[in-house]
């Protein structure tokens, strides 16, 4: 961000997140996490999330909040995981996992869970996914630094991809 701009407080902190991870920039993201928001006080101090980036011991400052965009930004940007049909009987998956060696998680959707597994492998990623019943998905990994490759899960399955390395 510019200097002059300034953030948003943390609560709204997942807009600007939603912009850099469609333009392909989850480095920039997952930057973020790790320099602000895992150093903050409340984080550090009580493993909380803080209404303010700037807080003070013994004030009207709240130390524990709902400020969510470090998860919702993990499942829908990181891991990718975003319905595109009602109720989630179809979603379309677009991991962009950068330098992360692992991430495991479970999306809990009213189909039923989603199992997300990334290790790092080959210059990128080894990801596995599972779907629900009910669930079909669109898969959309990087292959190589001009192309992108979609595959398609029914719903039910498993399914594993590799993607290449850089953003």
Known sequence: CPPEMGLSYPCNAGWRYWAL????????????????WAVLPSVTLNNTLQEDW??????????????????????????????????????RIRPQLGDLGQLSLTAHTVRGPIQFDA?????????????PPGCAGEVLVRTDSSASKRELLGAGQTGTFWTSGGR
Not at 66 to 77: E, N, R, S
């Open 119 to 131: 290790r790092a492998e080959r210059g990128g990623h080894e990801v596995r996914v599972s779907l």
């Open 21 to 36: 991870a469609k333009l392909g920039r989850a480095d920039v993201v997952l930057k973020d996490l790790r320099q602000r």
């Open 54 to 91: 700037t807080v003070r011991a013994d004030s009207t400052s709240q130390w524990s909040h709902c400020a969510l965009a470090p998860i919702f930004v993990l499942f829908m940007d990181i891991a990718g995981i975003r319905p595109t049909a009602a109720g989630f009987t179809r979603c």
